[in-house]
């Protein structure tokens, strides 16, 4: 056993110092040498030299012959690009966001899953002074949350499982559904109604409405909800706001993929 302990310690470390190679190199534009890394990093120009040679066989890292200079390689520009995207969903969907936001004077979320739980990336609140992104705060997780039941609903079964393992299916409050048969006949009505609904099965007092926002291959990139007090968002309100949502992502997801816009996501709140 304190082999195996001592192998997952220098494991881990060899991932920092890794990491901190990657890090090095990104930090210019010009790439660096075999020595400059090791300058950089106090670390031994031999423990420096196997770094990048494992990092170069997955791609992160590739080296240019007639400079003797390494440079970050393709595989760190497509984790990177991962990212990219997802801020990219942000700028496409404020406008979204602040016209449904403005129009129904209640906050309007954007969020996605990571691990099971909702991470939100921007929100815009009319009573706020500026749109912002959240701060960190308590994990929310998906089975609790219309942003994470909605991106559920339409996610493959092999991602679904665990997020409704037994184990981890616990009340958050009185409302909170916490076996999979309940969940998977919510998922059923959301994929039909096309918007789901948190009825203060996160936090006592607040509803949610939320709809997924899809690529061109139909897979789940992100969520929208909105979220207001049970006394400004009735329950009798939850089926047309529920639709100006779905109608919102709707449109979000046209614009991401290059499809066409469907109909104004307002309209129909509106006419109301």
Partial sequence: MKDSGRTDAHGVRSVDRALSVLQALADGHQGATLAEIAGRLSLASSTVHRLLTTLQTRGFVRFERQGGRWLVGRSALDVGANYAA?????ALAQPFMQQASALCGETINLGLLDDGHVTFLYRVDPRARRNYVPEAQGRIPAYGSSIGKALLSIMPEREVGPCLDEHILVPLTPHTLVTQNALRQEFESIRRDGYAVDNQENTLGLRCVAAAISDEYRRPVAALSMAAPIERLKIQ???????????LAHNITAAWSGRPLGPEPMRAFLSH
């Fill in 237 to 247: 309100q939850v089926a047309q706001l529920g639709g100006m949502v779905a109608a």
């Fill in 86 to 90: 997802t801020r990219d969903m942000v």
